[in-house]
C-alpha cells in the first residue's frame, strides 16, 4: 500500500496503543502525515517517534475544549486534516442492574460523544475544502450485543447511526464517512475481560481466533485512499466479524 496516502495529512485519535496505533502505522507506511491523539499525552509522543508520524497530541475525547484544542493544534501541525479516524475507546463490563449511572456516562461519552465532539470540530474543515474522509472504529457489540456490555453496546450501535446520517449530510460536499465493527481484536482493551468470554467468543468465530491490530488498518487505509473507498459511503466494514455475508 506504499504511496497510497501520499500527502494527506490524518489525525488518529486512540493512536497510542492497539487499533489506532496500528491504523497510524499503516497510514505513515502509505505516506500520510499522522498526528496521533490520546488521553495519554506522552504515549502519543513516544509513539508518534517510533512510528514517524508528524506529533502527538494529548486530549480527552469526551471533553469539548479538550478536543477544540487537540484539533487546532493539529491543523496548525499539518496544515489541514484530509483523514479523521475515530479510535479512541474504553471498555469496561458490568451486568446493567448493577451499573451505576456514572459508568454508564463515563462509556457513553468517550464511545459516542467523543466521536461527535472530533466530527463536529473536524468535518467543516472538510466540507468547506469539498473533500475528506472520516473512518470511525465502532464494533461488532455494536450489532450483536455483549454480556455485561449494554453501555459498551449502546454506545457502538450510537456510532453506527451517527455514521450513517453524518455520511448522507455530508457526502454531496465529497465527505465519505463509514464505519468499522471489527470482531475481537487482541490488544489492551480485552486484557480484562474474562478468559471464559474470550474462549466462548473464540469458539463462535470461524476464523477460531482473535485478529491483531495490523490486520484491522489496511480496511482503514482502503476507505481512506482514492480510488479504493472512493464508494463508500455510511458502510460498515467488519473485520473478523464472524458473519458470512448472504
Ligand atoms: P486500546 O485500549 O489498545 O486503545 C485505545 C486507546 O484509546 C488508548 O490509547 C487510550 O489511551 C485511548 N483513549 C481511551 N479513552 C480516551 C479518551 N477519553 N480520550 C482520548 N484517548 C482515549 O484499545 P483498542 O482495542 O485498540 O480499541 C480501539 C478502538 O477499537 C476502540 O474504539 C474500541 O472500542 C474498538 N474495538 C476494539 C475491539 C477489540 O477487540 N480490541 C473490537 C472492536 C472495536
Keep these: ?56 497530541v494529548g486530549a480527552d475525547v469526551a471533553d469539548e475544549a479538550s478536543v477544540r484544542r487537540a484539533v487546532a493544534a493539529t491543523e496548525e501541525a499539518l496544515g489541514r486534516i484530509d483523514v479523521l479516524v475515530n479510535a479512541a475507546g474504553i471498555l469496561t463490563q458490568s451486568p446493567l442492574v448493577e451499573m451505576s449511572l456514572a459508568q454508564w456516562r463515563e462509556t457513553i461519552d468517550v464511545d459516542l460523544t467523543g466521536v461527535f465532539l472530533l466530527c463536529r470540530y473536524v468535518v467543516p474543515g472538510m466540507v468547506a475544502r469539498g473533500s475528506g474522509r472520516v473512518i470511525n472504529i465502532a464494533s461488532q457489540l455494536a450489532i450483536k450485543g455483549g454480556t455485561s456490555l449494554t453501555h459498551y453496546s449502546a454506545a457502538k450501535a450510537g456510532v453506527l447511526g451517527l455514521t450513517k446520517a453524518l455520511a448522507l449530510e455530508v457526502a454531496p460536499d465529497g465527505v465519505l464517512v463509514n464505519a468499522i465493527a471489527p470482531g475481537p481484536i487482541e490488544t489492551p482493551l480485552v486484557e480484562g475481560i474474562s478468559e471464559d468470554w474470550k474462549r466462548a467468543k473464540r469458539e463462535e468465530l470461524p476464523l477460531g481466533r482473535f485478529g491483531r491490530p495490523e490486520e484491522v488498518a489496511p480496511t482503514a487505509v482502503l476507505l481512506a485512499a482514492s480510488p479504493g473507498g472512493d ?12 458473519d458470512v455475508m448472504p
Design 231 to 242: 464508494l463508500y459511503v455510511g458502510q460498515t466494514l467488519g473485520p473478523n466479524s464472524g
Design 1 to 56: 500500500m506504499t504511496g497510497v496516502l501520499d500527502g494527506r495529512a490524518a489525525l488518529v485519535t486512540g493512536g497510542a496503543s492497539g487499533i489506532g496505533r496500528a491504523i497510524a502505522e499503516a497510514f505513515v507506511a502509505a505516506g500520510a502525515r499522522v498526528v496521533l491523539l490520546d488521553r495519554d499525552e506522552a504515549a502519543a509522543q513516544t509513539v508518534a517517534g517510533e512510528l514517524g508520524a508528524v506529533g502527538g
